[in-house]
């Protein structure tokens, strides 16, 4: 793969925890079209009209709670994977961007394709699951950079690895540490999205969402159905783990706005297994490749304080890959994988 750089793609974060860096950051996300798949007037009204008054303020708190003397969580665990991998590979290159945010997707790609060096770029999302909201509207930029900045070398995209052998051992390694204490039950929390996102992502539009285990069984439809993707993690990771029935669940976090999104709610979750019984839990969010705002805050800090005045004794937050060794080496082996196997961006 001589030639080859490397770039991996995170969500982004603002550029600091102040209310004006939140609401430039909430604008760009909540504007793009794959997150708040509107028309655009109606999109424009909903962001400015009741949005960005009251959450950059709230958001901002948040993110100022989690917040790293280095910078976001996010950013500065993304930037050490980067490191990690730069150092396990032969490629010419390894960088990182961020869809919303810097460094922006168009500067990274812009900088390699200018280096002679570079004879092709290998785009690794770092999201296991797809959605319209992350890989889709990922992909949709790196066809727009292409074609705006004239970009005549090959960019491939890595595909999702939801239910890749090596990235559930990955997520095996880190947990097992958790696993062998004690607890009660395990809460796999993903991030949520609408139930009107699964519906225009299914290609038949009829078979997601249509019964109640629809996204169980298996289907063509479901290269795109984030909702079958989060299941077949979790089950791949239990039956790797040898976790019993009834000691773990699936729940979806970080619901914005009135639409339905993904049930179960964790928060109603967290609230509904105090009620029934579960002491110690353990919750992992394997939607996320970096811990960020939805683990670090969502999960370990409201979560707890919701699992606990329900009753719950302890809610433990097993770390996401970050740059953890299991998860480096899982990159470093896909750096090398034949363009058979990935996709190229459209021209
Ligand atoms: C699994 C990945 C993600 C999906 C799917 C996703 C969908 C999605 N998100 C929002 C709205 C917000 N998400 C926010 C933060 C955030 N989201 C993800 C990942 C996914 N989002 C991450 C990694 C983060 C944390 C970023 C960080 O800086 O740490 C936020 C901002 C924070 C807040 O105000 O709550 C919003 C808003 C929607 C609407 C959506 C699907 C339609
Ligand atoms: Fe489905
Ligand atoms: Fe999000």
Redesign the pocket.
């Known amino acids: 793969m001589e030639g080859r750089a490397v770039l991996l793609v995170n969500?982004?974060?603002?550029d600091s925890p102040s209310v004006t860096d939140v609401r430039r950051y909430?604008n760009q996300?909540?504007m793009d079209k794959y997150?708040?798949d509107l028309p655009y007037l109606l999109r424009r009204l909903i962001v400015s009209g009741f949005v960005l008054p009251h959450?950059p303020k709230q958001?901002a708190e948040a993110y100022a709670s989690i917040w790293w003397p280095e910078g976001?969580?996010?950013k500065v665990l993304t930037g050490r994977l980067t490191e990690q991998l730069a150092n396990k590979t032969h490629a010419v290159c390894v960088r990182y961007a961020m869809r919303y945010g810097s460094p922006s997707i168009e500067q990274e790609l812009v900088n390699l394709a200018s280096r002679v060096d570079v004879t092709e770029v290998l785009v690794i999302p770092l999201?296991p699951?797809y959605?319209m909201?992350?890989v889709k509207t990922c992909v949709v930029e790196l066809e727009r950079i292409v074609r705006d900045q004239e970009i005549r070398l090959p960019v491939y995209v890595h595909p999702v690895f939801y239910e890749d052998d090596a990235y559930i051992d990955a997520l095996y390694k880190v947990a097992k540490p958790f696993l062998q204490a004690s607890y009660d039950h395990l809460l796999f929390s993903y991030?949520g999205?609408?139930e009107r996102?699964i519906r225009k992502d299914d290609p038949t539009g009829t078979y997601c969402l249509s019964s109640a285990d629809c996204c169980q069984q298996n289907s063509a439809v479901h290269s795109t159905c984030?909702r079958a993707q989060v299941f077949k993690t979790t089950e791949a990771f239990v039956a790797k783990a040898g976790i019993e029935k009834n000691k773990y669940s699936v729940a979806f976090q970080?619901r914005?706005g009135k639409a339905k999104w993904l049930e179960p709610y964790t928060s109603k979750q967290l609230v509904s297994l105090a009620d029934q019984g579960v002491k110690k839990l353990l919750v992992m969010c394997p939607?996320?490749v970096s811990d960020?705002?939805?683990t670090l805050e969502e999960i370990a800090i409201q979560g707890e304080e919701i699992f606990k005045a329900a009753g719950g004794e302890s809610l433990t937050l097993i770390p996401c890959l970050n740059d953890h060794d299991a998860w480096t080496d899982v990159l470093a082996s896909w750096w090398q994988k034949s363009p058979a196997k990935l996709s190229r961006v459209k021209v």
């Not at 969500?11 to 603002?14: A, H, Y």
């Open positions: 969500l982004g974060s603002p909430l996300f909540l997150v708040i959450r958001s976001s969580p996010l999201y699951h959605a909201s992350t991030h999205v609408p996102h984030y970080s914005l939607a996320f960020c705002l939805e």
